[in-house]
């Protein structure tokens, strides 16, 4: 089955403690990227990565790293999370890159709820 | 920059209902543009799309056409069920090559038997 996969599904932390968040697809997907969804904003767009070793900053960047050493795995890593980073998170990957007139559907990962205390 | 505006909701309708969510767009050249479902607990899934000036997007009796004179893309379903109790987001990709989407902020829809 094609599908994005997101691990954990929820977690509870502390302020200061590093924590990764994994994303893996199975689809050969060339873009991933990570979103996160606060109420009354929608979902920003953290960062992406158009290929392997191929990154960049989305819209609300700060706090976040990402890394993509292989084509299916996209983790989203927080060094020193602070409460203000508690949210929804999810990953997303599409087969490639948008064309004029020609755009891919984007599947996303069924979301990991983070609450940093 | 480009931004997606959204009906606040929640939307509260009765079983078999007509549905409209209003969605308005900013953004520069052509942009696609999208309806997401969110149903509870769960990621976002592609509704209907359409990627150019009066294209019509349609699926599971959902519809909506990208109006670019009024910069729409409003959602609306003839007759709505319990099932599609759901959060709806509109959204956007720029046409610059870029698959970011650019999301509103989302409408709640509880429809009651």
């Known amino acids: 089955e094609a599908q994005v996969t997101q691990n954990p599904r929820y977690l509870i932390t502390v302020t200061g403690k590093k924590l990764t968040v994994t994303c893996s697809q199975n689809?050969?997907?060339?873009?991933m990227s990570w979103y996160r969804q606060d109420p009354g904003l929608g979902l920003r767009q953290i960062y992406y990565?158009?290929?392997?070793?191929?990154?960049d900053k989305g819209d609300v960047p700060e706090g976040y790293k990402v890394s993509r050493k292989e084509k299916r795995n996209f983790p989203l890593i927080l060094e020193s999370p602070s409460p203000n980073q508690t949210s929804l998170y999810f990953c997303?990957?599409?087969?490639?890159?948008?064309?004029?007139?020609?755009?891919?559907?984007?599947?996303f990962g069924p979301g990991t709820r983070l609450t940093v205390l | 920059g480009n931004s997606v505006t959204q009906m606040e909701g929640p939307v509260t309708l009765s079983e078999e209902a007509f549905l409209t969510i209003n969605c308005t767009y900013t953004?520069?050249?052509?942009?696609?543009l999208f309806w997401y479902v969110q149903y509870p607990g769960e990621g976002l899934q592609l509704l209907l799309k359409?990627?150019?000036?009066?294209d019509k997007g349609s699926n599971k009796g959902f519809e909506a056409t990208y109006r670019k004179e009024t910069t729409s893309f409003h959602l609306e379903k003839g007759s709505v069920q319990v099932s599609d109790s759901a959060v709806y987001f509109c959204?956007?990709?720029?046409?610059?090559?870029?698959?970011?989407?650019?999301f509103g902020a989302g409408t709640r829809l509880a429809v009651h038997p």
């Open positions: 997303a990957s599409s087969r490639g890159r948008q064309r004029l007139g020609n755009t891919y559907e984007q599947f």
């Open positions: 689809m050969n997907h060339e873009y």
């Open positions: 990565s158009m290929n392997v070793e191929v990154t």
């Open positions: 953004a520069t050249g052509y942009p696609s």
């Open positions: 359409a990627t150019k000036a009066d």
């Open positions: 959204a956007l990709t720029s046409s610059g090559g870029y698959n970011k989407l650019i």
